[in-house]
Structures are given as structure tokens and as C-alpha cells.
């Protein structure tokens, strides 16, 4: 279980450095794309080693190759478990986010924006997100919550890995 660990710890490095960066010389909307595509590689990383904890645990027969159900066998798994369920909900949330179409503004500046036409999975209706500098570090945050709880669950007493 620890390869899943370290595989999204090397994603998040590299999200870290295209943030903090790339970012920060670039300024372009296909750095804030590679930096939200990153995230959800290493989101994917961290789901898988949560399903095979599980089916480590013989509760999970057939693993599917899928993302999406994947997720969903997530939901299933650790139901009650509200913080994950919040996790996968924004993988799933970014997975929307980066096929959905979008445009580009004032790029090479500090407000370069990704501005995305986003459709609710449940309501059928368009919604827009303004992807910036700013939301993608709080986009952040909220991955490396999810890397610190996978980490908490298979190496409870080791805390050497990037947090």
C-alpha cells in the first residue's frame, strides 16, 4: 500500500512546484490544466490504494478499471466516512473540471483565468468555474488533506512524507 503513497507523493511534489514555479514564470492556462490533471493523477493514486485496502480486507471481489467507478466503489466502501466521501467528490468534481470546455483570459499575468462551462451531474444545469492562481493552491490544500488521511491510515506512526 505504501507504492500508492508514494506515487501521489511524487504527483504532489510536482503539483507543488508547477503551483509555486511554473506558475509563477508562466502564467498560462496550460500550467494551471497540467497542475489540475497532476491532482487528479495523484487522487487516482491515493482511490486505488483505498480499494486495495480493501480488497486486501476480502471485501472488494472484482476491482474496476474505470475512474469513475472506482469512485464509485469508494462511495460504496467508506460510505460513512464523510471526509472521504468529500475527497472523492472533488476528484470527481476536477475529472469534470478538466474535460469541460473552456476559455482563456488574461494569461501571462497574475490573474490568468481558466474559465470552465461546468454541468451538474444531478440538475443537468451550467454552472461556470473561474479556475485561477489562488482557487488551484486552495485546490491543493484540499488534495493534500486527502494524501495526509491515506498516509494517516497506512502509516499511522511515520510522518517523513511530503505533507
Known amino acids: 500500500m505504501t507504492e500508492y503513497l508514494i506515487d501521489a507523493n511524487d504527483e504532489f511534489k510536482r503539483v507543488d512546484h508547477l503551483i509555486f514555479v511554473s506558475l509563477k514564470y508562466t502564467r498560462t492556462v496550460d500550467v494551471l490544466r497540467s497542475v489540475i490533471e497532476r491532482m487528479i493523477n495523484g487522487c487516482s493514486f491515493l482511490i486505488n490504494g483505498y480499494i486495495n485496502l480493501k480488497n486486501e480486507e476480502r471485501e472488494i471481489e472484482d476491482i474496476p478499471e474505470a475512474p469513475g467507478a472506482k469512485a464509485e466503489l469508494m462511495k460504496h ?87
Request: hydrophobic share 35%; net charge negative; glycine share 2%.
Open 77 to 163: 466502501y467508506y460510505g460513512n466516512n464523510r471526509e472521504i466521501i468529500e475527497y472523492v467528490d472533488f476528484y470527481l468534481f476536477l475529472r469534470r473540471l478538466i474535460r469541460a470546455k473552456f476559455t482563456r483570459s488574461t494569461e501571462f499575468r497574475r490573474h490568468v483565468t481558466m474559465t470552465s462551462i461546468m454541468i451538474d451531474p444531478e440538475s443537468e444545469s451550467e454552472y461556470i468555474v473561474k479556475v485561477d492562481i489562488d482557487l488551484v493552491q486552495e485546490y491543493f490544500i484540499k488534495v493534500k488533506g486527502f494524501l495526509a488521511d491515506y498516509k494517516n491510515r497506512v502509516l499511522p506512526e511515520e510522518s517523513d512524507l511530503y505533507d
